[in-house]
């Protein structure tokens, strides 16, 4: 009799206690890439006949904003179709941010994950500055001027175009008129949002509501380039030091009470060894001293031969206000003709890290960088829900925590990724050679606290 009653027990408390399950897949959801956003002022054909408001490049960065809603930013615009290399074939699409609605619920019985979500296009905020910007003249690759035909007296729209850069100052040049904006975060008041830009590399904080820029944070003068221009590759070849081209500040995430920023390099410095290099730095910002602390992140997925298509970080986001969730990845999948093989989010500690500040080069950097430790495999994780490699994304580029979840009757946490898709609505290539949709595409993950021991999410004030 003891010995069922000790059994007995035994199966209630275990019948009451969690069930570990590790980080699984638990919804998936997608928005039409053929139609447009919500700024329909911005509809008129783009230098390249794209429409200016189509909406695309969602998974670009992705933030929890409290309750159901996210904002997600797509990033300088359409320029995967070409007709201007002068300039990148960059076009004269006007920055700007999504609020999302994100309906999380219980899927039915027979549905082959147990939670459905449905993305809601609710606002489209575009981004603007009271002050004027340079916008370049457009005569170099034989187009009319970068300035934005939407721009008024006291509303000077940032755009994608690569020429609206003044060439007579370096890229930390705050007034330039060209954005290329891939990290979002929401402040803690709810009222504003930060977002990393990759041209200069610049942090710049946005009225929510409204869309004008009210601050910038600059970083160390070694991420800058001393000479720009509208070509990449020209840049490249001009400078010794500073972001290598169109791979600045790719991430952004910020401290659960608002007070930090950090942002992650898509690549290491052009003086730490640029494109393939092992190393890149992660930029700690204060928000009220504006001081910045440079930490060393080790890649996995470059620095060799056997991996010639690298394309480095492209998310970050706290965990708590020294330990990072980052988003590392290839470039291949579903959008580029190819089988996505890595695309891996890591946890890394900074309490205690090295300050590398005033180290260069790899070796150095190398020496000291951080520790870190796997937290999920998402080519494996998808995968096993039986989504083949070609048909995985390949720029899974947005990473946000979102509400908990009850699944089992236990609580749960969650991590959304999104993924940008070049604002290409359909793809046609050796694998879909009759063409096939790319949707803007979000994954849902949850997880136990057993997982992530040290979350402490970000609180939003109030939603908006």
């Not at 729209?157 to 007034?175: K, Q």
């Not at 009225?207 to 800058?224: I, Q, T």
Request: proline content about 6%.
């Amino acid at each position: 009799m003891r010995t069922k009653l000790v059994l007995a027990v035994l199966a209630a408390i275990a019948a009451a206690a969690p069930v570990h399950a590790g980080v699984e897949l638990i919804a998936a959801g997608s928005l039409d890439a053929h139609q447009g956003d919500r700024a329909m002022r911005t509809a008129a054909p783009l230098e390249n006949g794209v429409p200016g408001n189509l909406l695309g490049g969602l998974g670009s960065a992705l933030a929890y904003a409290g309750c159901d809603r996210f904002v997600a930013l797509p990033d300088r615009g359409p320029n995967a179709v070409p007709y201007d290399s002068v300039v990148d074939d960059t076009s004269s699409y006007i920055a700007r941010f999504h609020t999302l609605r994100m309906e999380l619920r219980p899927a039915g019985a027979d549905a082959a994950l147990p939670f459905a979500l449905t993305p809601k296009l609710e606002r489209t905020t575009l981004l603007w500055d009271l002050f004027p910007l340079y916008y370049g003249d457009g005569r170099a690759a034989n187009l009319p001027d970068g300035a934005p035909r939407e721009n008024h007296a006291f509303h000077h729209y940032f755009s994608g175009r690569s020429d609206n850069a003044d060439p007579s100052r370096g890229s930390g040049w705050p007034l330039d008129g060209r954005l290329d904006p891939e990290g979002i975060r929401v402040s803690a008041d709810g009222d504003a949002v930060f977002v990393s830009d990759e041209y200069g590399p610049y942090v710049y904080k946005f009225d929510r509501r409204s869309g004008r820029r009210l601050d910038s944070y600059a970083l160390p003068a070694h991420f800058y380039v001393a000479k720009t221009a509208s070509h990449g590759a020209d840049e490249i070849a001009g400078n010794t030091s500073g972001r290598v081209a169109n791979k600045g500040m790719e991430g952004l995430a910020i401290s659960p009470d608002g007070r930090v920023l950090f942002g992650a390099m898509q690549a290491p410095l052009i003086q730490d060894g640029g494109d393939g290099a092992p190393v890149l730095r992660i930029a700690r910002i204060d928000l009220r001293t504006r001081q910045v602390r440079e930490y060393a992140y080790p890649l996995t997925n470059s620095g060799t031969t056997a991996k010639p298509k690298y394309n480095g970080v492209s998310e970050i986001l706290a965990v708590n206000d020294h330990q990072l969730l980052v988003d590392e990845r290839d470039g291949k999948g579903f959008g580029d003709g190819s089988e996505a093989k890595f695309k891996r989010v890591y946890l890394i500690d900074l309490a205690g890290a090295t300050e590398v500040g005033k180290l260069s080069g790899a070796a150095a950097l190398a020496a000291v960088a951080v520790q870190k430790t796997p937290f999920l495999d998402v080519v494996a994780e998808l995968g096993r829900h039986g989504m083949l490699p070609s048909e995985i994304p390949a720029k899974l580029e947005g990473l946000s925590f979102g509400p908990d979840v009850t699944q089992d009757g236990h609580r749960r946490h969650t991590l959304f990724i999104a993924n940008d898709n070049d604002f290409l609505a359909d793809v046609t290539d050796d694998l879909h050679p009759q063409g096939a949709a790319n949707p803007n595409r979000f994954f849902v993950f949850a997880f136990d606290d057993a997982d992530l021991p040290g979350l402490k999410p970000q609180r939003i004030e109030h939603c908006q």
